[in-house]
């Protein structure tokens, strides 16, 4: 899972982190032993501190990548967060008049899982009541037809709403935090 949600330079670090001390054990459990079969002898205390080592590079290597992960996600999210508030303020007028008739469509998210009412819905206005169920932070994203719109992230045990305008057409429902879509959260909505 952890794979999924990291970028193509995290994954090729990560992947050298791992290849140095899975190479190491290799060799040091398979190939070491047979020209000194004494091994580590006298040098237990090197090899113990060697081990200790290639082990606090293999999770300081975790720890950083876990950091600009999520330090990215939160630059990415207010670019976003300034577009919605944007086009929001944009289509004021749009919104006031259909903002009394939006349908309100609850939606819960787990891992990792988006639960709706029904995946088919009629075109109109709707509030999306997003209520995050799950352990772990969340967001929904409504895209298609013209469509691009976010929720921010949402805290574990919390709600967010997402008003959208939808036409006829096919939508993708996700969740935007990195690997949630490929890990299951992803529907498509038919609006009629």
Same mark, same amino acid.
């Given at each position: 899972?952890? %794979?999924?949600?990291?970028?193509? $330079?995290?994954?090729?670090? !990560?992947?050298?982190?791992?290849? $140095?001390?899975?190479?190491?054990?290799?060799?040091?459990?398979?190939? &070491?032993?047979?020209?000194?079969?004494?091994?580590?002898?006298?040098? %237990?205390?090197?090899?113990?501190?060697?081990?200790? %080592?290639?082990?606090?590079?293999?999770?300081?290597?975790?720890? &950083? %990548?876990?950091?600009?992960?999520?330090?990215?996600? /939160?630059?990415?999210?207010?670019?976003?967060?300034?577009?919605?508030?944007? @086009?929001?303020?944009?289509?004021?007028?749009?919104?006031?008049?259909? /903002? /009394?008739?939006?349908?309100?469509?609850?939606?819960?998210?787990?891992?990792?899982?988006?639960?709706?009412?029904?995946?088919?819905?009629?075109?109109? @206005?709707?509030?999306? #009541?997003?209520?995050?169920?799950?352990?772990?932070?969340?967001?929904?994203?409504? #895209?298609?037809? $013209? &469509?691009?719109?976010?929720?921010?992230?949402?805290?574990?045990?919390?709600?967010?709403? !997402? =008003?959208?305008?939808?036409?006829?057409?096919?939508?993708?429902?996700?969740?935007?935090?990195?690997?949630?879509? #490929? /890990?299951?959260? =992803?529907?498509?909505?038919?609006?009629?």
């Amino acid at each position: 899972m952890l %794979l999924l949600g990291l970028s193509t $330079g995290h994954k090729i670090g !990560l992947g050298l982190a791992v290849l $140095g001390f899975a190479g190491f054990s290799l060799i040091v459990s398979l190939l &070491v032993p047979r020209w000194y079969p004494d091994f580590p002898g006298r040098g %237990l205390r090197v090899f113990i501190v060697a081990c200790l %080592l290639l082990f606090v590079g293999m999770m300081s290597a975790v720890i &950083v %990548l876990a950091r600009e992960t999520s330090e990215a996600e /939160a630059n990415g999210a207010e670019p976003t967060t300034r577009a919605t508030t944007t @086009s929001a303020t944009t289509t004021t007028s749009a919104t006031t008049t259909t /903002a /009394a008739t939006a349908t309100s469509v609850p939606v819960s998210e787990t891992e990792f899982k988006i639960t709706m009412p029904k995946t088919t819905l009629a075109a109109g @206005s709707y509030s999306f #009541q997003v209520a995050n169920d799950g352990k772990i932070d969340h967001d929904l994203v409504i #895209q298609g037809n $013209g &469509v691009d719109e976010k929720t921010p992230t949402i805290a574990p045990g919390k709600s967010a709403t !997402l =008003d959208v305008d939808l036409k006829p057409g096919t939508y993708d429902v996700y969740c935007s935090i990195p690997g949630h879509k #490929q /890990a299951g959260m =992803d529907l498509k909505l038919t609006v009629s």
